[in-house]
C-alpha cells in the first residue's frame, strides 16, 4: 500500500506466496508467478505446497514457467497462452552465479573453509537434506536407518545438514550422531550448501530445488519421496524416486556407489541460467 507497484513478482510455493498474490489482488495490483505451473495434483502429496500453487496460480496475471511440462500443466487448466512465458528455472540461474561467485581467486567464505578441514577428499561424499513434513516421524527414521546401513561401507562419508524443525533434527540426532563417518552440521548457507553440491558423489534428498540444481552439477540424486513435481528430471535419468523405503533407498544409494561413472547428457532440463534474462525483456 506504501509503494503501490505496478506489478508484483511472486515466487514459488510458499504459503507467503500464496498470501502475498492474495493481497496484491485485493488490492488490485497485477501478480507475476516465477516458477508457475508445477503440479502433482494431490494436495497431500506435497503439503501444503500443492494447493499453495493452485491457489496462487487463480490470482496471478503472468505465469513464468519453468519448463514445458509446467506450460502444459497451465494450459489444461484453461489459462490463455499470451499470459505463459516459458524461461526455464531461475534457481539454474542462482547456482551458476554461486558458483562463479566461489571459484573466483578472491573469495573467502568461513562455513567453506571450516568445511573444507573436515570433508573426506578420499571418500565418496554422501550429501542428505530433508524437511517434508509427510516424511516427519516414520519417514525420517527410514532413511536414517537406510543411511546407517549405508555408512558400513568404508568408502563413504556422509554429509548431513540437519533441517532445525524437531521432528526432523530429533530424530536425525538420535540416530545417526554416533557414526565417525556421517558429519551432522547445523543449516549452513546457499554458498556452502552450492560447495557441498560440487563435492558430493551423489545426494539423497526431498528438496524440489536440489533436484533442480544438480543436474547441472552431474550429481545423481534420489528423492526420497513418492512423487514429484520436477518429473524432468526424472524422466532424463538425473534423479530416481525411492519414498522413504529403507530397503529401496539402501539399493539407490548402492547402485551408484558402484556403478555411476557420469551422465552421458548434462543438459539440465530446467535450464542453462538465462531465466532471468529471459523475464527481465518482458520489462524492458
Known amino acids: ?160 545438514p540437519v533441517h532445525l524443525n524437531p521432528n526432523i533434527k530429533d530424530v536425525v540426532n538420535q540416530l545417526l550422531s554416533v557414526k565417525d563417518n556421517i558429519l551432522l552440521t547445523n543449516p549452513v548457507s546457499y554458498s556452502a550448501f552450492v560447495w557441498l553440491m560440487q563435492q558430493s558423489f551423489l545426494i539423497v534428498t526431498d528438496s524440489g530445488g536440489i533436484q533442480e540444481e544438480a543436474p547441472s552439477l552431474g550429481k545423481p540424486v534420489i528423492v526420497t519421496r513418492t512423487v514429484s513435481e520436477r518429473s524432468e528430471g526424472i524422466a532424463a535419468g538425473f534423479s530416481a524416486l525411492t519414498g522413504t523405503d529403507e530397503v529401496k533407498i539402501v539399493k539407490a544409494i548402492q547402485d551408484i556407489l558402484d556403478k555411476f561413472d557420469g551422465f552421458n547428457n548434462i543438459m539440465n532440463p530446467y535450464g542453462n541460467g538465462d531465466a532471468s534474462k529471459k523475464k527481465s525483456k518482458l520489462f524492458a
Open 1 to 160: 500500500m506504501k509503494e503501490k507497484p505496478d506489478l508484483v513478482l511472486i515466487h514459488g510455493d510458499t504459503t507467503t506466496s500464496c498470501m502475498v498474490a492474495l493481497a496484491s489482488f485485493d488490492l488490485g495490483i497485477k501478480t507475476g508467478h516465477i516458477e508457475a505451473g508445477l503440479r502433482i495434483y494431490n494436495k497431500n502429496a506435497l503439503f501444503p505446497e500443492e494447493i499453495n500453487r493452485q491457489i496462487t496460480s487463480r490470482m496471478d496475471d503472468i505465469y513464468f514457467t519453468p519448463t514445458l511440462q509446467a506450460t502444459q500443466n497451465l494450459l489444461q487448466e484453461g489459462f490463455s497462452s499470451d499470459r505463459i512465458i516459458e524461461t526455464s528455472n531461475t534457481v539454474v540461474d542462482a547456482l551458476l552465479w554461486t558458483i562463479n561467485k566461489i571459484e573466483s581467486d578472491d573469495y573467502k567464505h568461513s562455513e567453506i573453509e571450516t568445511l573444507k578441514k573436515i570433508i573426506s577428499r578420499d571418500k565418496k561424499n554422501i550429501l542428505v537434506t530433508g524437511h517434508r513434513r509427510e516424511n516427519f516421524v516414520i519417514g525420517m527414521r527410514n532413511i536414517c536407518e537406510a543411511l546407517l546401513t549405508i555408512s558400513k561401507r568404508e568408502d563413504v562419508i556422509i554429509v548431513y
